[in-house]
C-alpha cells in the first residue's frame, strides 16, 4: 500500500465515518481491596485533579481515569506510588506510562469522537502493558481491542482487567506491527511503544476520518503523532507534545 502523509500545522479537522456497531459498555464498580477505599478515592482525586491541571479537558476521558484503580495494575510493592503523575515499572523492561499521558492519548483520538459515536466506535491499542490504559479506554469508547508482544505481559494484563468485569474489552496475544486485521477497520489507534514511523499494516486498519496517535522517535527525541486518516491513500499528520516510551517491536516472545 502507497501511503501519502501531508504534514499539518493546526489540530486536525473532526471528521469521520458513522459507526453502526451496537454498544457493549458496563457500569460496574470493581470491589476495593481491603485497606485500599477512603484514601485510594482521595489519591485517584487529586491524580485526576493533576491531569486536568496539565490540560486534559475531556469530561469523559478524566472520568474514566477516575474511576479505573491503577493501583490494582501495578506491583504491590509499589502501589503506594499508583496514583502520582510518573509512569512505573511493569516487568518485561516495559512500563506503566504516566497518567497524564495515558489520557492525553486518549483524549486525542476522542475528539473526533463525540457522544453517541464514541459509545459505538471501534478502538484499537497497540501494546497492551499491564492493561490500565485498556481499561481506561473500555470506559471511553464502545469497544476496544488491545493486543500484545510478550506473553507474559498479556497474561498479567489479563488477570489485571478481569475484577474490570470490561465486556467491550478484548486482548490479544500477537505482533502488535500487524494489528488486528480480523477486527478492522478501527475508529481509533492508539500505539502505546515509540516508532520511527507507524506501520504500514496499522494505517491500512484505519477507517477513512479516524485518527491514531502515537509516540514517534526522530532526531530531536520522541514525540506525539497524531495522524488522520483523510483518503484511501492519504493521511495528515500534525506533532503534537514530547514524549517518552520503549520502542516498539516486533514478533512476539
Do not use: K
Not at 505482533?175 to 478501527?186: F, I, N, S, T, W
Amino acid at each position: 500500500m502507497t501511503r501519502r502523509l501531508v504534514a499539518a500545522a493546526q489540530p486536525l479537522a473532526r471528521t469521520g465515518a458513522t459507526s453502526r456497531r451496537p454498544a457493549l459498555r458496563r457500569v460496574v464498580e470493581p470491589p476495593t481491596p481491603s485497606g485500599m477505599g477512603l484514601a485510594s478515592d482521595r489519591a485517584r482525586d487529586r491524580m485526576v485533579e493533576t491531569i486536568a491541571g496539565n490540560g486534559v479537558r475531556d469530561g469523559e476521558v478524566l472520568a474514566a481515569m477516575r474511576f479505573v484503580p491503577r493501583h490494582l495494575f501495578v506491583d504491590a510493592a509499589l502501589a503506594s506510588r499508583a496514583y502520582e503523575d510518573v509512569s512505573l515499572p511493569i516487568g518485561h523492561a516495559q512500563t506503566i506510562s504516566r497518567p497524564t499521558t495515558v489520557a492525553r492519548m486518549i483524549e486525542l483520538v476522542a475528539a473526533d469522537l463525540p457522544g453517541e459515536r464514541r459509545r459505538e466506535a471501534r478502538v484499537l491499542e497497540i501494546g497492551t502493558g499491564c492493561g490500565y490504559q485498556a481499561a481506561v479506554m473500555a470506559r471511553v469508547f464502545g469497544e476496544v481491542i488491545s493486543i500484545e508482544r510478550i506473553r507474559g505481559l498479556h497474561e498479567a494484563a489479563r488477570g489485571n482487567v478481569r475484577t474490570q468485569r470490561l465486556a467491550n474489552l478484548r486482548l490479544v496475544f500477537g505482533d502488535g506491527r500487524m494489528g488486528v486485521p480480523q477486527a478492522a477497520p478501527y475508529d481509533a489507534v492508539i500505539i502505546a511503544a515509540a516508532c520511527d514511523q507507524v506501520p504500514e499494516a496499522v494505517l491500512g486498519q484505519m477507517r477513512i476520518g479516524s485518527s491514531l496517535v502515537a509516540p514517534v522517535a526522530g532526531s530531536a527525541g520522541q514525540s506525539l503523532h497524531r495522524i488522520e486518516r483523510v483518503g484511501e491513500r492519504d493521511w495528515r499528520v500534525a506533532v503534537m507534545d514530547p514524549v517518552h516510551f520503549v520502542p516498539l517491536r516486533g514478533g512476539t516472545t
